[in-house]
Nanobody, 120 residues
Framework: QVHLVESGGGLVQSGGSLRLSCPAS????????MGWYRQALGKQREMVAT???????NYADSVKGRFTISRDNAKNTVYLQLNRLEPEDTAAYYC??????????????WGQGTQVTVSS
């Protein structure tokens, strides 16, 4: 099992910045890709950014150039720096961690989410 707890969300004005953090605990030796998804009210959850254990990143087109994902493997923590925020970025942000179990299967774990609200 992997336990994830997001923090860093809040209310910010358009153009502002936030930094989200998500430390993982538990079965952290088998962590592979970690990342962030978001879900706005009435919409489906969408990928924001992911990062592999070796640092390879992937971003949604809507956040490229504004958001930066990073990872501290020593602390088992993934971060998301959100810059130049827009009202359309308002959503609950969820971190995830993919871990390989004893049977060799990959399991995705999710945090409980942190709310980001951007006012215009």
């Amino acid at each position: 099992q992997v336990h994830l707890v997001e923090s860093g969300g809040g209310l910010v004005q358009s153009g502002g910045s936030l930094r989200l953090s998500c430390p993982a605990s538990g079965m952290t030796l088998s962590l592979d890709t970690m990342g962030w998804y978001r879900q706005a009210l009435g919409k489906q959850r969408e990928m924001v950014a992911t990062i592999t254990s070796t640092g390879r990143t992937n971003y949604a087109d809507s956040v490229k150039g504004r958001f930066t994902i990073s990872r501290d493997n020593a602390k088992n923590t993934v971060y998301l720096q959100l810059n130049r925020l827009e009202p359309e970025d308002t959503a609950a942000y969820y971190c995830h961690a993919d871990a390989t179990g004893a049977d060799g299967r990959s399991v995705r774990y999710w945090g409980q989410g942190t709310q980001v609200t951007v006012s215009s």
